[in-house]
Every structure is written in structure tokens, then in C-alpha cells.
């Protein structure tokens, strides 16, 4: 499988593009990074506008600076969010999983 980090997604979207459709061998011409905005399509599936209004009034894909996560300062925000245990749980969870996501 093709595995994809988000970050690269939002901070080159174009590179990323790029690498992907020779890895799959498509035409990265194919590729729109511009649109105009989905009002039509929004009418048509009135259902899926809550969840899909993002996409719908979206222009396009814009790069964005990513940045470096201190999971010190995220156990802080998640022990206020969710408490001391699950706060534990899930810095216990990220230690066990980062040098893996790191190799990926």
C-alpha cells in the first residue's frame, strides 16, 4: 500500500501529486488544484452539506506550513479535554506508535 503522511499532503500537495500519479501511472496534468466553489453540487445532495460544506465551499488546495507537535503541550490539552487517565492512555499510545510513524 501507498502510504500517505498528512502533513506532506497540506505542506506540497502539488510534489505529492506529482510523486503519487507516477507511482500510479496517471497524468499528473490531470490534476485540479483550483475550482470554482460547488454551490449546484451542494443543492443536489442537501443531505451531505453538513458534513461536506468544507468541500463544497472550498476553492481549492492550499498549501499550508506545517508544524512540529510537542506531545508534552498536547498531553496538557488532552488531560483538560479528557482527563488524567485518558490523557495518559493516549500519550502512552503516541510513545508506542511514534517510531513507527516516523519510519513511515
Same mark, same amino acid.
Given at each position: *500500500? $501507498?502510504?500517505?503522511?498528512? =502533513?506532506?499532503?497540506?505542506?506540497? *500537495?502539488?510534489?505529492?501529486?506529482?510523486?503519487?500519479?507516477?507511482? @500510479?501511472?496517471? =497524468?499528473?496534468?490531470?490534476?485540479? #488544484?483550483? @475550482?470554482?466553489?460547488?454551490?449546484?453540487?451542494?443543492?443536489?445532495? *442537501?443531505?451531505? !452539506? *453538513? +458534513?461536506?460544506? &468544507?468541500? #463544497? +465551499?472550498? &476553492?481549492?488546495?492550499?498549501?499550508?506550513? !506545517?508544524?512540529?507537535?510537542?506531545? %508534552?503541550?498536547?498531553?496538557?490539552?488532552?488531560?483538560?479535554?479528557?482527563?488524567?487517565?485518558?490523557?495518559?492512555?493516549?500519550?502512552?499510545? $503516541?510513545?508506542?506508535?511514534?517510531? %513507527? +510513524?516516523?519510519?513511515?
Amino acid at each position: *500500500p $501507498v502510504i500517505v503522511d498528512g =502533513d506532506d499532503v497540506m505542506s506540497k *500537495p502539488r510534489e505529492l501529486s506529482r510523486k503519487l500519479c507516477g507511482i @500510479w501511472g496517471l =497524468d499528473f496534468k490531470g490534476c485540479q #488544484f483550483e @475550482w470554482e466553489e460547488e454551490n449546484d453540487l451542494m443543492k443536489s445532495f *442537501p443531505l451531505s !452539506t *453538513p +458534513y461536506m460544506s &468544507t468541500i #463544497f +465551499y472550498s &476553492t481549492g488546495i492550499h498549501e499550508k506550513e !506545517t508544524k512540529e507537535v510537542n506531545v %508534552d503541550v498536547e498531553q496538557v490539552k488532552w488531560e483538560k479535554e479528557f482527563g488524567e487517565e485518558v490523557a495518559r492512555g493516549m500519550r502512552k499510545l $503516541v510513545d508506542e506508535d511514534l517510531a %513507527d +510513524y516516523e519510519h513511515l
